[in-house]
């Protein structure tokens, strides 16, 4: 058996739920998890991700350190000197900790877990592809090579097939505010099974209302005047009525 990181999320009705990490010596990244018990049924294995990275991403949606185990290929928690691991023996995460001064952000990390039902797939697939295309056209070309963002390609691939998938990832300042738009578009259209997370370092989870994240839109360089336009047309913001326009498109009533 392999040594993992064991993490661990509670539920505000009291359950909790069981997130495991280890590397591989090929490069790639094997994540377990599922509710609190002696066994993680979930397994996942992919590779361009760092384990320091993808475990900032879960202690960014709560998720806390329990601490080293061994899993089996069966799944099977083993804590060292044990033989066996149930709930009860788990051990409880401090309860009070010290605090720790919230680290610069540095970036934003992100997550889907895509479990929906077919026909939903596709249609989000669809929307994926056409987001990236309206983003293409509003970017015009202009982006540079350390602007471009991998999650473009991941989108593209997960979807093309409607499989069900996880993802996740980092947008740093230097990708620029576009990805971070395409995120919240897809958060807030709200496909059932979709379930999409955008935190920062400080594990501050992040709304689809862009007027109440001025931190984060002072983190791309930007503020929500400059990006107006491109929000309206993404829709995550109403247009602006112009009142001179649309009165001189009326007939004089006057008399």
Not at 46 to 60: H, T
Not at 167 to 180: A, D, E
């Amino acid at each position: 058996m392999a040594a993992w990181n064991l993490y661990r999320h509670r539920n505000r009705d009291g359950s909790s739920k069981d997130w495991a990490v280890r590397s591989n010596s090929d490069g790639s990244i094997t994540t377990r998890w599922g509710k609190t018990a002696d066994r993680l049924p979930g397994v996942s294995n992919r590779y361009g991700l760092k384990q320091f990275d993808i475990e900032r991403q879960k202690q960014a949606k709560g998720y806390v350190l329990v601490g080293e185990v061994d899993i089996d290929v069966n799944g099977n928690v083993v804590f060292p000197g044990k033989t066996s691991a149930t709930p009860s023996q788990l051990p409880e995460p401090d309860s009070n900790p010290e605090p720790m001064p919230a680290p610069p952000v540095e970036a934003l990390y992100w997550t889907i877990d895509c479990h929906a039902k077919q026909s939903i797939r596709v249609e989000f697939g669809i929307e994926v592809r056409r987001l990236i295309g309206v983003i293409q056209n509003l970017s015009n070309g202009h982006t540079t090579p350390e602007q471009e963002w991998n999650g473009w390609q991941q989108f593209i691939d997960a979807t093309l097939n409607a499989e069900t998938f996880e993802l996740s990832g980092q947008i740093k300042s230097v990708h620029g505010v576009l990805p971070w738009l395409f995120l919240l578009v897809l958060k807030a259209k709200g496909f059932k099974g979709v379930d999409i997370d955008i935190a920062t370092e400080t594990a501050r989870d992040l709304s689809v209302d862009l007027k109440v994240e001025q931190d984060v839109l002072a983190f791309f360089g930007t503020d929500l005047d400059s990006i107006r336009e491109t929000a309206e047309v993404l829709g995550l913001l109403k247009p602006r009525l112009n009142l001179a326009e649309a009165m001189s498109n009326t007939d004089d009533c006057w008399f």
